[in-house]
Every structure is written in C-alpha cells, then in structure tokens.
T-cell receptor, first 111, second 113 residues
Framework: DAGVTQSPTHLIKTRGQQVTLRCSPK?????VSWYQQALGQGPQFIFQ???????QRGNFPDRFSGHQFPNYSSELNVNALLLGDSALYLC??????????FGPGTRLTVT | DQQVKQNSPSLSVQEGRISILNCDYT??????FLWYKKYPAEGPTFLISISSIKDKNEDGRFTVFLNKSAKHLSLHIVPSQPGDSAVYFCAAFAQGGSEKLVFGKGTKLTVNP
C-alpha cells in the first residue's frame, strides 16, 4: 500500500519564477492538504482540497494556488517566488479519520 | 500569536527511561490533538491522537495525556529507545476551524544508549 508520494524531492528556483509541486495521496484517501515548513518551525497549513475544490485555506497570499484532480492527486503552485518561500513543502492526505498522513516533502530553495 | 506551543526545543534521556514531551495550547476551540514524529529528510509520521472528550490515550509505549482545564497535553514514551530519537510535533485542530492542523515548533528528542 503506497503512502503519500511527492515530487520532486528537491527544487532550486530563482526569485520571481513560478513552481509546481505534485502530490499523490495515500490509497483510499480523498482529501489533500498542503503545508509549508520553514527551518526550525512546525508545518503551517496552506490549504486543503476535497472533491477538486479548495475547502479550507490558511493565511497564505494568492500567489499560492492549488488543484486537485479526479484521481485525488494534487498540485501546489507558487507564483512570483520570494526568498522567503524557501521551505519544505509537505503534502498530507486524510481518509475517514482525522489523522493526516504526510509525504516526504519537497525542499524548495529560492535564490 | 502561537496557538500551540512546545516550550522545550530539545530533550535528552537515557535509553530505558521515560521521555515526557509537553505541549500547551491557547485556543479553547481545539477539540482534537495529535502527535507526530519526524526524522530528518522524511515527512512527519502520525504517532498518536486524543479527542478532547478523553484525558488519556495509550498505544503501546506511547501515552498521551490531556488536561483541558490547563490547556496542556503531554506525550509519554516508556521505555525510551534510541530509535525514538526524532523531532516530535504537537498538533491541534478545531472542527469547523479555518486551519486544518496547527502545529507547535517541535521538540527534538535524543535517546542516549
């Protein structure tokens, strides 16, 4: 049973560029959430997708957008990258319980 | 304004002894609490959870205690093993809240052989 998978593992981008991160949820899970984890901090909630719609959103600017596909996989898009966007981006999927299961993350470095 | 606080950045214990990790929260609307463990280069792994209607939940070596009046929860690991060395995150959420999970900053646990 595959867990949550994310791609790519690492990414280096230049300030002002755009980036797309991808996530496949755990088998049987239909809800995907995205988190940003800065160095030395806990993960911070960006948004959650369910039935291809954004269901909840944290305190992140509109530069952060997402999408969920019919197979429940999801993308996180960040436009006009800033140096402060450098972080570990985590995807988590959720089934019928409240527990969320995380992928290994994508390490984004903005130079 | 941090709603979930883990005031100890690090904790060191001897193998076989008890590890106690603490977490405080400020939002009285939180009704579900979770602990995650994170190894370097991996995503957080779900460990144990507790609903606000309970004050204790146990799973093997791991027990979580919740004191709602003090807005405090703790994770006990007995006995501690070197493989438990990781960063532990406390997380909370409120049904109907605007954020799914609110995390603390984590406590790095080191279990010495």
């Amino acid at each position: 049973d595959a867990g949550v998978t994310q791609s790519p593992t690492h990414l280096i981008k230049t300030r002002g560029q755009q980036v797309t991160l991808r996530c496949s949820p755990k088998s049987g899970h239909d809800t995907v959430s995205w988190y940003q984890q800065a160095l030395g901090q806990g993960p911070q909630f960006i948004f959650q997708y369910y039935e291809e719609e954004e269901r909840q959103r944290g305190n992140f600017p509109d530069r952060f957008s997402g999408h969920q596909f019919p197979n429940y996989s999801s993308e996180l898009n960040v436009n006009a990258l800033l140096l402060g966007d450098s972080a570990l981006y985590l995807c988590a999927s959720e089934g019928s319980t409240y527990e969320q299961y995380f992928g290994p993350g994508t390490r984004l470095t903005v130079t | 304004d941090q709603q979930v606080k883990q005031n100890s950045p690090s904790l060191s214990v001897q193998e076989g002894r008890i590890s106690i990790l603490n977490c405080d929260y400020t939002n009285s609307m939180f009704d579900y609490f979770l602990w995650y463990k994170k190894y370097p280069a991996e995503g957080p792994t779900f460990l144990i959870s507790i609903s606000s209607i309970k004050d204790k939940n146990e799973d093997g070596r791991f027990t979580v205690f919740l004191n709602k009046s003090a807005k405090h929860l703790s994770l006990h690991i007995v006995p501690s093993q070197p493989g438990d060395s990781a960063v532990y995150f406390c997380a909370a959420f409120a049904q109907g809240g605007s954020e799914k999970l609110v995390f603390g900053k984590g406590t790095k646990l080191t279990v010495n052989p």
